[in-house]
DNA sequence: GGTGAAACCTGACTGAC
DNA sequence: GTCAGTCAGGTTTCACC
């Protein structure tokens, strides 16, 4: 997949602006409005975009809780027993294997500590499952994603 | 800000592409094109909503490294200083004080591991860094930001 | 990459609860 | 008063050249 800097600086609109409209996006890198779309369309076929979402505050809904949460496992578990185990959990809003002494590592986000009590209690049910760290967040200082 | 089942349904579907069309939704949850527009504009007003975003993937662009880095920071380091101090380097997607030991924790992206050590040394160079502690991400096992 | 038909968005207005 | 539907206008999108 081969990109030039139009292709970036569009993505850097749609990264602003998802919904924001071609012809827009076409004014302030020089193109008409279909150009754009066809450029659009083709970084959406080469896999460089994947979507288009919205961003939702959780702490405007209540959700004031988010934690990282090591997880230590039993001999040599499986990163798709791991998945499968979490999957069901909506509060794991990410999960990741990872190098150092914890086999995976959770991003979860709860409406309280009490709530995110039973999401670990229901994390430390997998029978891998040795021990959970976990890392509360304070603050949030940057976010890019 | 008060929101229903109907709203909740109405995120949902921006969640999963917030590039579809406001009739597109309203055939999803039982409402006419301008009635969803009046309720996505009132979670947009509410801080429901903060924003529509492209979802990309820095893998497709090469950004193949991934890693959590803590941050021990001397005596009380501000975490205002902390955001001061990281904001300018586009690598760190995100940022947050923490409990526990470390005082920060970093979420990196780059290029390869070269690139990750680059970043390293620029975190490093903040006078009040102490140490820092890498964590590489192997695989990502769920996403549902 | 640029142009017309079709679809979409978005106001104001009206009616129902 | 609140919320949804209808309609008209201007705009955006998409197949075509």
New interface residues.
């Given amino acids: 997949?081969r990109?030039d800097e139009t292709d970036e600086r569009i993505?850097g609109c749609?990264?602003?602006?998802?919904?924001s409209a071609y012809a827009d996006i076409g004014a302030q890198v020089g193109l008409s409005a279909p150009a754009v779309k066809r450029r659009v369309d083709r970084l959406r076929a080469?896999?460089?975009?994947?979507?288009?979402?919205?961003?939702?505050?959780p702490a405007?809904?209540g959700w004031t809780t988010?934690a990282?949460v090591e997880l230590y496992c039993t001999g040599r578990t499986s990163?798709d027993a791991?998945?499968s185990a979490?999957?069901d959990q909506?509060e794991?809003?990410?999960?990741?294997?990872?190098?150092?002494e914890?086999d995976?590592?959770l991003h979860v986000r709860t409406r309280d500590t009490a709530h995110l009590e039973t999401v670990l209690e229901r994390v430390r049910m997998a029978p891998f499952v040795q021990q959970t760290k976990s890392?509360?967040?304070?603050?949030?200082?940057?976010?890019?994603?």
């Fill in positions: 997949m990109t993505i749609l990264l602003r602006d998802a919904r080469g896999g460089l975009i994947t979507g288009f979402t919205a961003l939702v505050d405007a809904l988010e990282f990163p791991i998945r979490m999957a909506p794991i809003i990410a999960a990741y294997t990872v190098t150092g914890a995976a590592l890392v509360l967040v304070l603050s949030r200082l940057i976010d890019r994603r």
